[in-house]
């Protein structure tokens, strides 16, 4: 999957959100990771919870808000989400 700069550098500002130390240091670490975790983006908050059902996620009884405010979900500032499952 390619990842543009807007995922890139999200990413890569937010780190934080789901890891206690940086992962990625500049854009290219950040694509890096992404990669190799298989990061997803998805168009709108139906497909993250489609993604995160077909991969076995329990997410029963999971409100809209609780999904986007989930470790692995990052809410970009275009509409879409990263899923990051590290």
Known sequence: MEYDEICIGY?????SQLFDEPVAENQEEAEEFLSDCMAVVCKNLREVKDYLDESGADITGMSDQDIEEAQEVFA??????????A
């Open 11 to 15: 990413f890569l500002e937010h780190q």
């Open 76 to 85: 970009l500032p275009d509409g879409r989400y990263l899923v990051v499952e």
